[in-house]
């Protein structure tokens, strides 16, 4: 029988457990994206608090595409020895911890965002934020392969245990592979393949710029929800596998696209029947059959028992949550001590509206 407090592994990277913290934003970086004590102190409670491996809110790796207030930096090596200390802070408490990094496009949610020059695969409105972005030429292309590789680069440096690309959610890369943003008549629009071609090419970028062993992995949309406007697991499988060839070391599963629906399936409410949970299990559960990666899946993961019933009935490797650890980053550990322990958090989203981010329901009255 597999447990979920087993150990477990990415390429050579050992983790304690099969629980992961999905990225999550947490809104206080500062203004130019270095981070700070007290940002430091919410990773250091999340390394105690006994998660396997933790993956940081997104960072961004070009000063000009910065797509939600203070986040974390990884546009220049200045921020290398301030993420230092993170990452030592977090290896301190025996956890690892990935780094999250992202180019925003069109989704970006800064309220500047209309100031910046985002560049998109093409010139296609986004719905949530009103961003028409420029049509990107293929020199802007090669920009921001370089900006991707650069910035594994810097978190190897930096001491990271692993990079993760944000390619969920409507995010640039997301924007790329939907048939509904990527209008593009050259070698990067078309087909599937193609329209996933600069992916292939960030991915070989970053493989080449960071060594075979580093891990490199992916939070992605198997279904951009939107029907055959955007992209659905036949296609996605397709790119799956190619990422699978091209070494990505584990694939996390998302679906949802904010820049065509801000209503996003990804982050739900209402969670507090066993039914509504874990909802993207089946995807994950198929993905898995296919590719060597290890795969893990987020969006409501809220039970342990039923985490060991996935496990157990799948290849799924890893569980990946984001608010419960919000509201409470020792989680793990009180799941360790009892495993019927519920939850504190409600999934009813308010996190999104305080600086930092925090839980509504752990505010002094
Ligand atoms: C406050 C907040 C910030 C988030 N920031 C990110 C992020 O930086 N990168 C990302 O991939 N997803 C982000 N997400 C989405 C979560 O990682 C996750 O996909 C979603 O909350 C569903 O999982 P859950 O039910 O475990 O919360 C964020 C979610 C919240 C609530």
Same mark, same amino acid.
């Given at each position: 029988?597999?447990?979920?407090?087993?150990?477990?592994?990415?390429? $050579?990277?050992?983790?304690?457990?099969?629980?992961?913290?999905?990225? =999550?934003?947490?809104?206080?970086a500062?203004?130019s994206g270095f981070i700070?004590?007290?940002?430091?102190?919410?990773?250091?409670?999340?390394?105690?608090?006994?998660?396997? @491996?933790?993956?940081?809110?997104?960072a961004?790796?070009?000063?000009?595409?910065?797509?939600?207030?203070?986040?974390i930096g990884i546009y220049d090596d200045k921020f290398i020895p301030k993420l $230092?200390?993170?990452?030592?802070?977090?290896?301190?408490?025996?956890?690892?911890?990935?780094?999250?990094?992202?180019?925003?496009?069109?989704?970006?949610?800064?309220?500047?965002?209309?100031?910046?020059?985002?560049?998109?695969?093409?010139?296609?409105?986004?719905?949530?934020?009103?961003?028409?972005?420029?049509?990107?030429?293929?020199? %802007?292309?090669?920009?921001?392969?370089?900006?991707?590789?650069?910035?594994?680069?810097r978190?190897?440096?930096a001491?990271?245990? =692993?990079?993760?690309?944000?390619?969920?959610?409507?995010?640039?890369?997301?924007?790329?592979?939907?048939?509904?943003?990527?209008?593009?008549?050259?070698?990067?629009?078309? %087909?599937?393949?193609?329209?996933? $071609?600069?992916?292939?090419?960030?991915?070989?970028?970053?493989?080449?710029?960071?060594?075979?062993?580093?891990?490199?992995?992916?939070?992605?949309?198997?279904?951009?929800?939107?029907? %055959?406007?955007?992209?659905?697991?036949?296609?996605?499988?397709?790119?799956?596998?190619?990422?699978?060839?091209?070494?990505?070391?584990?694939?996390?599963?998302?679906?949802?696209?904010?820049?065509?629906?801000?209503?996003?399936?990804?982050?739900?409410?209402?969670?507090?029947?066993?039914?509504?949970?874990?909802?993207? #299990?089946?995807?994950?559960?198929? @993905?898995?059959?296919?590719?060597? =990666?290890?795969?893990?899946?987020?969006?409501?993961?809220?039970?342990?028992?039923?985490?060991?019933?996935?496990?157990?009935?799948? %290849?799924?490797?890893?569980?990946?949550?984001?608010?419960?650890?919000?509201?409470?980053?020792?989680?793990?550990?009180?799941?360790?001590?009892?495993?019927?322990? #519920?939850?504190?958090?409600?999934?009813?989203?308010?996190?999104?509206?305080?600086?930092?981010?925090?839980?509504?329901?752990?505010? #002094? #009255?």
């Amino acid at each position: 029988m597999k447990n979920i407090f087993d150990k477990t592994s990415i390429n $050579k990277l050992e983790l304690k457990n099969r629980i992961m913290r999905s990225a =999550a934003w947490m809104n206080a970086a500062d203004e130019s994206g270095f981070i700070n004590e007290s940002l430091i102190k919410i990773y250091e409670d999340l390394a105690k608090g006994g998660i396997g @491996l933790i993956n940081t809110g997104y960072a961004y790796i070009l000063k000009e595409d910065k797509p939600n207030p203070n986040m974390i930096g990884i546009y220049d090596d200045k921020f290398i020895p301030k993420l $230092k200390e993170l990452t030592d802070t977090v290896h301190k408490h025996n956890a690892k911890i990935g780094l999250q990094i992202v180019y925003g496009s069109s989704t970006s949610t800064h309220p500047n965002a209309a100031e910046m020059d985002l560049i998109g695969p093409s010139a296609v409105k986004n719905n949530m934020t009103g961003i028409t972005p420029k049509e990107a030429s293929i020199e %802007d292309f090669r920009h921001i392969v370089k900006a991707f590789g650069d910035a594994a680069e810097r978190a190897k440096k930096a001491g990271f245990d =692993a990079v993760q690309f944000h390619a969920a959610h409507g995010y640039f890369i997301t924007l790329l592979l939907s048939p509904y943003f990527n209008r593009r008549e050259d070698e990067y629009g078309g %087909d599937i393949h193609s329209r996933a $071609k600069l992916l292939y090419e960030i991915v070989a970028e970053v493989r080449n710029r960071v060594g075979k062993d580093f891990p490199v992995m992916i939070k992605i949309n198997y279904d951009d929800l939107m029907g %055959d406007k955007g992209i659905q697991f036949h296609e996605s499988m397709e790119v799956f596998k190619r990422l699978d060839n091209l070494g990505i070391a584990m694939i996390e599963l998302s679906a949802g696209n904010l820049a065509a629906n801000p209503e996003i399936p990804a982050i739900r409410t209402k969670l507090s029947k066993i039914e509504s949970q874990s909802y993207y #299990k089946e995807a994950a559960t198929e @993905l898995a059959k296919h590719v060597n =990666a290890k795969v893990a899946f987020v969006g409501g993961n809220r039970t342990p028992s039923l985490f060991n019933e996935i496990i157990n009935n799948s %290849d799924i490797e890893l569980i990946s949550i984001a608010r419960p650890f919000i509201a409470e980053p020792y989680l793990v550990n009180k799941w360790k001590e009892n495993i019927d322990y #519920k939850a504190k958090c409600v999934s009813c989203n308010r996190c999104w509206d305080t600086v930092p981010v925090s839980c509504i329901l752990n505010r #002094k #009255k």
